[in-house]
């Protein structure tokens, strides 16, 4: 889930960070033969950064 990642009351992660860290997680899902679920609230796709990153995700995985 985003916010996890992203909200500084959480992990506090940048959009740099979290990147290879949720490829990280799906590869590692993959590896187990096990699916990758992905939470993104739309209400985080408000800044241009966040969109960014959700379409980078998409993408890397």
């Known amino acids: 889930m985003e916010g996890s990642m992203l909200g500084g009351q959480y992990m506090g992660f940048s ?13 590692t899902c993959k590896m187990f033969n096990g699916d990758f679920t992905l939470l993104w609230h739309n209400s985080s796709l408000i800044s ?5 990153l959700y379409g980078k995700v998409l993408v890397g995985v």
């Open 15 to 27: 959009h740099e960070k979290s990147l290879p860290l949720i490829q990280k997680l799906a590869e």
């Open 48 to 52: 241009r950064k966040d969109r960014e």
